[in-house]
């Protein structure tokens, strides 16, 4: 009788083995994270921090936005913002509890504008610089308003674009009533605007390499010491420069997600 009980003892065991195995797999990782591309870039340009985030267990979603190579500002902020709540939201769905904003460049800064607007619980801001020379785009967003004024504003018309990256300005096929929705000197890309709406209790990684932009490189500082206190905070300055920002950090920000999740649950806003 015993020789009998032993193997159906381990055909149990084997089947209770293969059910926790399945239903770890199923188990929803511990955290997610949106990732938003700098100008003129794609969802491959975050390549580098995917990667590593993967590596990790975690969730990752990344999102072309209207600042991508393919496109030029041709939609509002408010459209892009729902395009990152929405995916925020569809991990929240499946289970991720905990869920991340990370950005390069102006996708960094942008990830802080939507970070003041809706619950995550961190944010990556990698070499977060959306060209924030706002003189360099006042006559061309004179010129779109005037379009906006001769009932024009929704339609597709070659403006100037400034590159801070490249130092010049260049024409973009865009839509006047969006563009100026993101070069407004007060309007939603407002940098020192974006981290004074920072919310308490937010943990922020902000990259800086040390051949950055020299405006970023500047108000570094500044931006770090007047974000709202927090234990994880953490300034990394990459040996990098703005370009090889995302490669330089993206092992760094992966680590930093642990530490965070690690450090368990968010101060409530």
Wanted: with cysteine; net charge positive.
């Amino acid at each position: 009788m015993r020789s009998l009980l032993y193997p159906l003892f381990a055909l149990a065991l084997g089947v209770s083995c293969m059910s926790t195995a399945a239903a770890s797999a199923l188990k929803p990782p511990a955290a997610g994270v949106v990732l938003l591309h700098g100008t003129g870039g794609s969802s491959m340009s975050m390549a580098p921090l995917e990667y590593e985030l993967r590596e990790k267990g975690y969730a990752v979603d990344s999102l072309e936005m209207p600042w991508s190579a393919m496109r030029s500002h041709d939609v509002p902020v408010a459209t892009a913002e729902k395009k990152v709540t929405d995916a925020l939201q569809a991990m929240r769905a499946k289970g991720v509890r905990k869920v991340f904003l990370a950005g390069f460049s102006k996708g960094g800064l942008f990830a802080g504008y939507v970070a003041a607007r809706t619950h995550v619980d961190g944010l990556i801001a990698i070499a977060p610089n959306g060209g924030s020379n706002t003189s360099r785009y006042l006559s061309t967003l004179e010129q779109a308003r005037a379009l906006i004024a001769q009932g024009k504003g929704d339609e597709r018309i070659m403006l100037e674009q400034y590159s801070p990256i490249a130092g010049r300005s260049y024409p973009t096929l865009t839509v006047p009533s969006a563009y100026v929705t993101w070069f407004d000197p007060q309007g939603a890309m407002n940098g020192p605007k974006i981290y004074r709406e920072l919310p308490a209790g937010l943990p922020i990684l902000l990259v800086v390499p040390t051949h950055d932009l020299e405006n970023l490189r500047q108000a570094k500082d500044a931006i770090f010491s007047a974000l709202p206190a927090h234990p994880l905070h953490r300034l990394y300055e990459p040996e990098s420069n703005h370009i090889g920002a995302v490669n330089a950090s993206a092992a760094e920000a992966a680590h930093w997600v642990q530490r965070v999740l690690a450090a368990g649950h968010r101060q409530p806003r």
